[in-house]
């Protein structure tokens, strides 16, 4: 495959990374990743938006404007040969090179990366696991996609160990923030509820959407702190991210939730 790096394309085998990148060495740094379908992104704007918040939270510039990020977007998607499919494209900015130790240095040259990869059209409904692992709603980090995963990778990997394919992670309230790599919403009692951001829940681009969507069909919405009392309550539940848009849940901590009548409704308005 071929990637766009710092203004290039190469082959992405081919990319060298710093041995001193704070990216590589402390996580230093965050990415998007957005659909790209037929060769346009999905809520490019949204993502864009969201891509400044993130470099503000971690006071990193970005060396490229949106234009010069679309154009590479579209060399990318050419080189390879994704124009006409749906493709994942992530787009990483690390601080770049520094000195040993945690404080960066006063001057620093930011480096980014675009990548793709085709992405399937279907996705089967997933099966949750409450797990241990406790999402931290005071640290800043949980706003952006920091290349630090660590606690994503930990819960995902609990929650597949207990047989299910995605986590379903509480914040240290006991509130339920999201999953490993995407927003929770419930439906219950003609009603639509999902965490507060300040809960530790990531603002995703596909859940704005859904709430705009939903509001549209005359769903009231809720963004709300909720226990696990509502996996016991609720008549659906799904999931979102920019790959797979909606996904049903159909278990969670092997509770079944048959209905997916709002899910799919939702599902086909977007």
Request: one cysteine or more.
């Amino acid at each position: 495959m071929i990637a766009w790096f710092n203004g290039d394309l190469l082959p992405l085998d081919g990319v060298a990374i710093k041995a001193t990148d704070r990216g590589f060495t402390l996580g230093d740094g965050f990415f998007e990743t957005m659909l790209a379908q037929h060769g346009q992104v999905t809520h490019f704007d949204a993502h864009m938006t969201r891509l400044h918040e993130s470099a503000h939270i971690m006071d990193i510039p970005l060396p490229y404007n949106t234009d010069e990020i679309r154009k590479a977007i579209d060399d990318v998607l050419t080189a390879c040969q994704l124009k006409d499919k749906r493709a994942a494209l992530r787009l990483t900015i690390s601080r770049g090179s520094g000195p040993r130790g945690l404080l960066p240095p006063l001057e620093i040259t930011p480096q980014v990366l675009l990548s793709a990869s085709d992405v399937p059209d279907h996705f089967p409904s997933a099966k949750l696991a409450l797990v241990t692992i406790r999402r931290n709603e005071f640290n800043p980090t949980s706003r952006i996609k920091s290349l630090n995963y660590l606690d994503n990778i930990f819960a995902l990997r609990e929650a597949v160990a207990k047989g299910a394919d995605e986590a379903l992670l509480l914040n240290t309230q006991g509130h339920i923030a999201e999953g490993s790599v995407s927003n929770i919403f419930f439906i219950k009692n003609n009603a639509l509820y999902t965490p507060r951001i300040d809960d530790g829940c990531l603002p995703g681009v596909m859940r704005a959407h859904v709430l705009q969507t939903a509001r549209k069909l005359g769903l009231n919405t809720h963004e709300t702190s909720m226990g696990v009392g509502i996996i016991q309550t609720c008549n659906e539940a799904f999931l979102t991210n920019s790959l797979v848009g909606i996904r049903p849940v159909h278990q969670i901590d092997g509770l079944q939730i048959p209905n997916q009548v709002w899910t799919e409704k939702l599902r086909a308005n977007l």
